[in-house]
Structure formats: structure tokens, C-alpha cells
């Protein structure tokens, strides 16, 4: 099993990148498949859940050459995928076996999308079911509730979709499964999630409109789109949000990280930061690939506890772990709730982090949606042996805990990290410097 120990003392100082996004690679990927033509993909997310969405295509006769900065994918256009021979093992990926579920509902072949035990533990019926309201002939475990997922390619058809919960996983799901439906598919959320996938469709060219609070857009295109010459992929914010809280709880940092994606409907953590007293500026902000990015620069400040509610979930559903590591460390009380959702992540979220930082030293208290975290006003965390539950995000949550504590921390099970971010370890020890 691998471990990281972290041993406090230091400060974060320097200038560093972090992955690609990992929700944009995926999408990327999948549409860069489905391309007339090749595209090529650069700084792309190299985590092990992207490298299953690019093996699940090439398994399905997409030819993908990968380099470490960038992936030229010959797209074979709408109707161009092949029946893969065997499974298709999704690893750890929410977001991979979501996607491709609607990618393949309206395909004239057979597949099974299965993952990792994790993955097979969590919630598919949000997709499966309106997935079989267009007509999919999806079977899984516990009526397809649960993968593996065994789809037959279906006819499908357009529909009027309301979606229950704001998720970006499900309404990317039924995007993909729109572009092969008969008609015209709009699809409502109660609030807006992350919207990289509509925004990857205008940099195609696929015809997608607003109409009130409803996507609408028109299934099987008369004419396809076309391969892009590079689609440059953001930097990962939810990867950047691990350094953009370290750098505020330790004395003396100033850390600025580069070309991070600044998409409003994934930095809920940010505005989050701010209101809490850190201490972060937004420079040079540009647009790649239809992606508002920028370089962050964040120096240590004192914070102070937030109540955050159910209308701020969807933009830091993500980034809640590590947002209840700056909850802990902050003065005063800090109350979340709505966030239900993050009890069916890779991981028990809410349980995972109370029980963690517990060890650390933390009073918290959970309640069905959220917790109750009384910050320590400054004060060192106890260092403490803790465990990531298989959960690459509550690792890195750990991780940047230890900056803080009163000795050395140490993270087990730390190979999850990756999944979506490769040389965590070697990033962050590369900022410490001696205070």
C-alpha cells in the first residue's frame, strides 16, 4: 500500500501548472472521437480515469496517439465507433462510465461498461433511467441501478428531460445520447452544473441553444463536424484548489499557478476562499478552446468560518474536501449543507473528512447534507496516521492538512491520487521552502 507523509515547517512559495481538467479531457476525448477528421488534444489530464476514457475509445476502433503533452485523435464521425471486444473497465470514473453510457445508448452495437469496486457501488440509475426514457436497452445490477451496465444500441428518440438533481455527469450523458436521438432534446436542471460539455459543442461547431433554463439542440446533424487543430485543455481548478488552500493556511506563502480554468460554474471554491478572507488575485484572464482560464496567485491570510448552502454545491461539489480542511483551520464556525450528493462520490465524503480530520484534532459535527465544522482559529492540527478510503481527492485533503499540523502526517492508500493527478507529491514538495 503507498503512503505520503507530510512533515510541517515549511512555507509554499514559486509558480507551478497543474493537470488538465479532468472533466474537459474526458469530453474532449469523446468528441474529438465522434469528429470527422483528426484533432489534437494538448495538456490533457494524464489521470488514470482520463487514460480509461481514451482506451474505452481506441477499444472501440478510434485510433488515439499519445504523447505526455498531447493526444492526436483520428475522429471517424458520428456513426464511426465499432463494437468493442471485450468490457470496458471505466476504473474509478464517475464521469467515464456516465458519458459513455450516453455515448453508446444510440449506437447498433453491444457493450458493458464496468469499473472499479467503488464505481460499482455508486448511483447509475440517474442516467439509466431517463437513458431508457429515449429509448436505450440498458440491464445492470439491481434493475441498472448499479454497473457493470450492459447496453444493447438502441433507436433513440428526443425528449423534454427535468432533470431532479444538478449534475454535469448526467446532463453530459444525455447530450451525447441526444446527438444520435430522432428529434429534439432539451434538457432543464434545477441549477446550473459545470457546462463543459456545451461549451466543448460550440467550439465543434454542434448547433446547441438556450431557451429559458432548457438546453435544446437537434439530434443526428445532417452534416457532421470536424476535427480542430488543437483544443488546449485548462488547467484543473479542482486540482489547483489543493495549493490555493495550503498557500492561505500556511504563514508566509505566495504561490501563483498558471492557466487554470476559471469556468464560473467550477470555482465555487474560489468565491467560497474570498468570502472566508483569503487572500487570492485573478491575472491575466483569457479564453482557450471556448474556456475562460487564468493564472492564480494566493498568499497566506486568515480565515474566518462561511455558511454555505445548497445554491453553492453544484460549482464545489469537487472541492469539498479541501474546503473542510481551510472550515477547520479558519476562525469560527463553519455550516454546509445541500450537499447530500457527496455522500455517493468515490467515497462517503461527508463521513470520510469528519472522520479524518477528527484525527487531526477537528471538532466537527455531520448532519445528513453536510456538517458543522468549528475552525481552530489558527491553531496546528495534531499530526496523525490517516486513510484516504480510496478517495484521490481526501488524499491530497490530507495532505495539505498535515502543512499545518503540530508533526509529521502520514496518508495511506495515496495510489488513487492517480487517478487525477499524477506528481501531486512531487508538486507540492517542490513549493515547500524552508520559512
Known amino acids: 500500500m503507498t503512503s505520503l507523509t507530510v512533515t510541517p515547517g515549511g512555507v509554499l512559495r514559486g509558480t507551478v501548472t497543474v493537470p488538465g481538467d479532468k472533466s474537459i479531457t474526458h469530453r474532449a476525448l469523446i468528441l474529438s472521437a465522434l469528429a470527422e477528421g483528426d484533432s489534437l488534444v494538448t495538456r490533457y489530464c494524464r489521470g488514470e480515469d482520463c487514460l480509461n476514457t481514451m482506451r474505452a475509445l481506441q477499444a472501440m476502433g478510434i485510433p488515439i496517439q499519445e504523447q505526455p503533452d498531447r493526444l492526436l485523435v483520428s475522429g471517424k464521425g458520428l456513426w464511426g465507433l465499432s463494437e468493442p471486444f471485450q468490457p470496458i473497465d471505466c476504473g474509478n470514473s464517475g464521469t467515464g462510465i456516465r458519458l459513455l453510457a450516453g455515448l453508446l445508448a444510440g449506437q447498433d452495437f453491444f457493450t458493458v461498461l464496468t ?154 471554491l474560489l468565491t467560497i476562499l474570498q468570502e472566508m478572507g483569503a487572500d487570492i488575485q485573478v491575472l491575466n484572464p483569457r479564453e482557450e478552446a471556448g474556456e475562460p482560464i487564468a493564472d492564480l496567485r494566493v498568499r497566506a491570510a486568515s480565515l474566518r468560518g462561511a455558511t454555505i448552502g445548497e445554491a453553492q454545491i453544484p460549482q464545489t461539489i469537487d472541492e469539498f474536501p479541501v474546503l473542510c480542511v481551510a472550515a477547520a483551520y479558519a476562525k469560527g464556525r463553519t455550516v454546509i449543507s445541500g450537499a447530500g450528493e457527496l455522500r455517493v462520490k468515490e467515497s462517503d465524503r461527508i463521513a470520510t473528512m469528519a472522520s ?26 495534531k499530526g496523525a496516521s490517516c486513510h484516504s478510503h480510496g478517495d484521490h481527492r481526501v488524499a491530497m485533503s490530507m495532505a495539505v492538512a498535515g502543512l499545518v499540523a503540530d508533526a509529521p502526517s502520514r496518508i495511506d492508500d495515496t495510489a488513487c491520487i492517480e487517478t487525477s493527478f499524477p506528481g501531486f507529491e512531487r508538486t507540492l514538495l517542490g513549493l515547500l521552502a524552508k520559512p
Open 115 to 268: 469499473g472499479d469496486e467503488s464505481i460499482r457501488r455508486r448511483p447509475m440509475g440517474r442516467v439509466v433511467k431517463p437513458l431508457r426514457a429515449m429509448g436505450a436497452t440498458i440491464a445492470g445490477r439491481k434493475g441498472g441501478d448499479l454497473a457493470p451496465l450492459a447496453i444493447t444500441g438502441s433507436r433513440l428518440t428526443g425528449m423534454a428531460y427535468q432533470s431532479p438533481v444538478a449534475s454535469a455527469q448526467v446532463k453530459s450523458s444525455l447530450l451525447l445520447a441526444g446527438l444520435f436521438a430522432e428529434g429534439q432534446t432539451s434538457i432543464t436542471e434545477p441549477r446550473r452544473s459545470r457546462d463543459h460539455t456545451e461549451r466543448l459543442f460550440r467550439f465543434f461547431g454542434i448547433p446547441i441553444r438556450e431557451q429559458g433554463q432548457a438546453l435544446v439542440f437537434d439530434g443526428r446533424p445532417a452534416t457532421g463536424w470536424q476535427g480542430v487543430n488543437e483544443l488546449p485543455v485548462a488547467g484543473d481548478f479542482s486540482a489547483a484548489a489543493f495549493f490555493l488552500v495550503g498557500a492561505s493556511l500556511v504563514p508566509g506563502s505566495d504561490v501563483t499557478i498558471s492557466g487554470v480554468g476559471v469556468n464560473p460554474t467550477r470555482i465555487g
Open 356 to 381: 479524518e480530520l477528527r484525527k487531526m484534532g477537528a471538532t466537527i459535527t455531520e448532519t445528513q447534507d453536510g456538517m458543522v465544522i468549528e475552525g481552530a482559529a489558527g491553531r496546528p492540527f
